[in-house]
C-alpha cells in the first residue's frame, strides 16, 4: 500500500507540474506573440515591416483596429485598412530613411481558456526626434487552431484628463 500511495502521490505531482507548466507556456505564447507584434512593425533604416507576414502571422481576417487618430476622433479600421495607414505614416514622415520602433514598456495578460485580453502600454520612436509620447493598445486574442490570433485592438492616448491606467504604471 505505501508503494502505491507513493505512486498515486507523484502520479498526481506530475500531473500538476504539466497542467501548470501547459498554462504557463500558453500564457507566455500569447504574451510572445504581443511582444513580436511590435517588433514586426519596428524596423531599422532602409528596411520596412513585412506587412503579408504580420497580416497573416498575427491577425484574423476579421481583425477590427481602432485607433485614436487626435484628440476628438477615432479611426475603426481592418487590418488592411491598418497597414495602409502605417504605411503612410512611414511614407510621409520619410521613415524609410531613419528607422522606426515601438517598445513595450509595461503589459498585463488575462488569459481565459481560449482567449485573453492584453493591456500594452507602449512608446513609439523616431530616431533623432525626442518625444515622450505614449500609449496604451487593448488587445483581444482567440485561439484559433491551436494558434493565439488577434481579433481586437482598441488603442488610447493617455492625457493629462485620460493619464495611463494603474494597472500600467
Known amino acids: 500500500m505505501q508503494i502505491k500511495n507513493r505512486t ?3 502520479a498526481l505531482i506530475a500531473l500538476f507540474l504539466q497542467v501548470g507548466s501547459h498554462g504557463q507556456a500558453q500564457t507566455n505564447s500569447t504574451e510572445k506573440l504581443v511582444r513580436d507584434l511590435y517588433a514586426s512593425v519596428s524596423f531599422q533604416p532602409g528596411d ?6 504580420i497580416k497573416e502571422k498575427y491577425f484574423v481576417e476579421q481583425t477590427i ?20 495607414d502605417f504605411v503612410d505614416f ?5 521613415l524609410e530613411n531613419v528607422g522606426f520602433n515601438e517598445n513595450i514598456a509595461n503589459l498585463k495578460l488575462m488569459q ?7 493591456l500594452v502600454l507602449y512608446e513609439p520612436r523616431i530616431p533623432g526626434i525626442e518625444s515622450n509620447r505614449q500609449g496604451v493598445d487593448s488587445i483581444h486574442l482567440i485561439r484559433v487552431d ?3 490570433k488577434i481579433i481586437s485592438l ?3 492616448i493617455p492625457t493629462s484628463e485620460r493619464p495611463i491606467p494603474e494597472v500600467l504604471r
Open 8 to 10: 498515486i502521490k507523484g
Open 48 to 53: 520596412l515591416p513585412n506587412w503579408e507576414e
Open 65 to 84: 483596429i481602432t485607433l485614436r487618430t487626435s484628440k476628438e476622433k477615432v479611426s475603426v479600421w481592418t487590418v488592411d485598412e491598418w497597414v495602409q
Open 90 to 94: 512611414i511614407d510621409n514622415r520619410e
Open 112 to 118: 481565459f481558456g481560449d482567449m485573453a485580453h492584453v
Open 146 to 148: 491551436g494558434s493565439w
Open 154 to 156: 482598441l488603442n488610447e
